[in-house]
C-alpha cells in the first residue's frame, strides 16, 4: 500500500464515492454500498482506499468490470473500503484555449477583447444579409458590399457615401466610391468634399451610370489662409465670386420681394461693368472698370415744341404745346397733355434752355414748371419759383432756367408762361428744349 497518487487527472471531473464496510477475509466489494448506491465506474477512472490508504492498481486491487472491485488480500472485518469513481462532464459551449471553431450561432452577454488579429468576411446584424465588410486592404464597408480595394484607406457607408483618406487627403463622398478612379455606386448625381493642405475642396458631378469614371467639377474652395473662392479654384480675397459673363455673380432677396442680383459684362472694348439691379431685370447702376458710374435707367426725360415757331398767349398763364419727345427713360413724360410725373419719391433736377420773342413789345416774360398744377403750392418745400426775364421785341433771344424740385412719387408738373403784354413766340425743339432727371 502507499499514500501517493497522482490525482492530477480527476481535476474539473466528478467525482462519486461509494463507502463499504469490510466483513472478515473480505475480497470483493460490489452492488449497493453503505448508503444504498449501486457501484459504477469507469476502469480508468477510479481510486481504491482501504482505512484512508490509497491502494495500487493491479497490484493490490483489480477493477476491470466497472461494477465490482476485488482486493488482493482479504480485508479484516470493519475495515473502511472507499471507491471513488471519475467520470468526465461535458459542458457546452466551451472552447479550448488556443484553436476550434463555432460551428452554430454564438451570443456574448458582456463585451468581448480581442488582443491578437481579428479576421471577419462580413459582419450581420440579423443574419439576412451581410453589413459589414473587411477587405484585405483594411477597407471597410458598411453598406452591405465589400469596398473598393485599392492602397487608399476607404469606409462605405450604406446608401451610397464613401468617405476616403490617403497620407495627405481625405474624402466624403456621395454616390462615389474610390479604386484607383472615381466611380459612380448607382445612377445618379455625385458630390465630394475633399480636406488638403490645410483647406477644403467641394466637388458636384452630373448624373450618369452606375460604374462610369466621374469627371468632377469643383464649385467651393477654402484655402488654408481663410479666402474662399466660389466659381474659382484659387481665390485672391477673402471671398472671390467667378462666373462666364453675362451672369449673376451674387443673388439676394428679402423675404416677400423682389431678386436682387450683382452681375458682370463685358462692355465694348475692354470697359467691363459690374452691374446691379434685380436678377433678371433691367440694371440699376453700373460700375465701370474706369471708374465710370452709369445709371441706365434712371428716370430722365428731354422734350420741346413739336416744329415751327409757336405762339403763346399772354396776360394768363398758359401751357405751351410740347410734344416733341427727344428721349423719355422711365416713361415719365406724356406728351398729350404735356406732364412729368415723378416715378418715385426723390429731387429733381429740371430745366428749360431756347430762343424767345416778341412780336409786338418788349416785355418781361415769365416761366415756371406749376406742380400739381399750382403756380403757388410748395413753393418752399418743393423748390418750384418762377424765371422772369426780358423778352425783345422781333428778335430772338436765349434764355435758360434750371430748378431742383423735391418731388414726391405721383406728383407731376407742366410748364406754363405769361407775358407782361403782346405776343410770345417760342422756337421748335431744335432750338428750345425742356428736361427733368432724378439726381438724388
Not at 460490489?30 to 448508503?35: L, V, Y
Not at 439576412?128 to 458598411?142: P, R
Not at 405721383?410 to 407782361?420: I, L, M
Request: aromatic share 10%; net charge negative.
Amino acid at each position: 500500500m502507499t499514500r501517493a497518487r497522482d490525482l492530477s487527472r480527476a481535476v474539473n471531473n466528478k467525482m462519486t464515492v461509494f463507502k463499504y464496510t469490510a466483513t472478515a477475509n473480505q475480497t470483493t466489494f460490489t452492488g449497493a454500498d453503505g448508503n444504498g448506491v449501486t457501484l459504477a465506474y469507469d476502469p480508468n477512472s477510479i481510486i481504491v482506499t482501504y482505512n484512508g490508504i490509497i491502494l495500487e492498481s493491479v497490484s493490490e486491487y483489480t477493477a476491470t468490470n466497472g461494477t465490482s472491485v476485488v482486493l488482493a488480500s482479504g480485508a479484516t472485518v470493519g475495515a473502511e473500503v472507499n471507491i471513488l469513481a471519475f467520470e468526465d462532464v461535458a459542458y457546452s459551449g466551451v472552447m479550448p484555449t488556443t484553436g476550434g471553431t463555432f460551428t452554430g450561432d454564438v451570443t456574448f452577454g458582456s463585451a468581448v477583447t480581442v488582443d491578437g488579429a481579428f479576421t471577419s468576411k462580413g459582419i450581420d446584424d440579423n443574419a439576412d444579409a451581410t453589413t459589414i465588410h473587411i477587405d484585405t486592404n483594411e477597407n471597410v464597408s458598411l453598406d452591405g458590399a465589400p469596398p473598393a480595394s485599392s492602397d487608399n484607406g476607404n469606409l462605405t457607408l450604406k446608401g451610397g457615401s464613401t468617405l476616403n483618406w490617403t497620407t495627405h487627403q481625405s474624402n466624403i463622398a456621395s454616390n462615389a466610391t474610390f479604386d484607383s478612379t472615381w466611380k459612380y455606386i448607382t445612377t445618379n448625381y455625385a458630390t465630394l468634399m475633399t480636406q488638403s493642405s490645410g483647406g477644403f475642396r467641394f466637388y458636384t458631378a452630373g448624373s450618369d451610370t452606375a460604374g462610369n469614371n466621374i469627371s468632377w467639377n469643383q464649385k467651393v474652395t477654402i484655402l488654408n489662409d481663410g479666402k474662399v473662392g466660389i466659381g474659382i479654384n484659387t481665390p485672391t480675397a477673402p471671398l472671390h465670386v467667378q462666373t462666364s459673363d453675362n451672369n449673376d455673380l451674387i443673388r439676394m432677396t428679402v423675404s416677400g420681394n423682389e431678386m436682387w442680383a450683382i452681375s458682370g459684362y463685358s462692355g465694348a472694348g475692354s470697359n467691363d461693368f459690374l452691374k446691379m439691379g434685380i436678377a433678371g431685370g433691367t440694371s440699376a447702376i453700373e460700375l465701370g472698370e474706369t471708374g465710370i458710374v452709369r445709371k441706365p435707367n434712371n428716370p430722365i426725360a428731354v422734350w420741346g415744341n413739336n416744329s415751327g415757331d409757336q405762339e403763346l398767349h399772354t396776360g394768363a398763364w398758359f401751357t405751351p404745346t410740347l410734344a416733341h419727345v427727344s428721349f423719355n427713360v422711365g416713361n415719365c413724360y406724356n406728351n398729350s397733355n404735356y406732364r412729368f410725373t415723378a416715378p418715385t419719391t426723390g429731387r429733381y433736377h429740371v430745366w428749360f434752355s431756347g430762343e424767345f420773342t416778341c412780336t409786338t413789345a418788349t416785355i418781361w416774360t415769365y416761366l415756371c414748371p406749376l406742380i400739381n398744377g399750382s403756380t403757388t403750392a410748395n413753393v418752399n418745400n418743393k423748390g418750384n419759383y418762377f424765371a422772369d426775364f426780358t423778352t425783345p421785341q422781333a428778335s430772338y433771344h436765349q434764355h435758360a432756367q434750371t430748378w431742383f424740385l423735391d418731388l414726391d412719387e405721383g406728383d407731376y408738373f407742366y410748364f406754363a408762361s405769361r407775358g407782361s403784354g403782346g405776343s410770345i413766340k417760342i422756337k421748335s425743339h431744335q432750338e428750345l428744349a425742356f428736361g427733368a432727371a432724378l439726381v438724388g
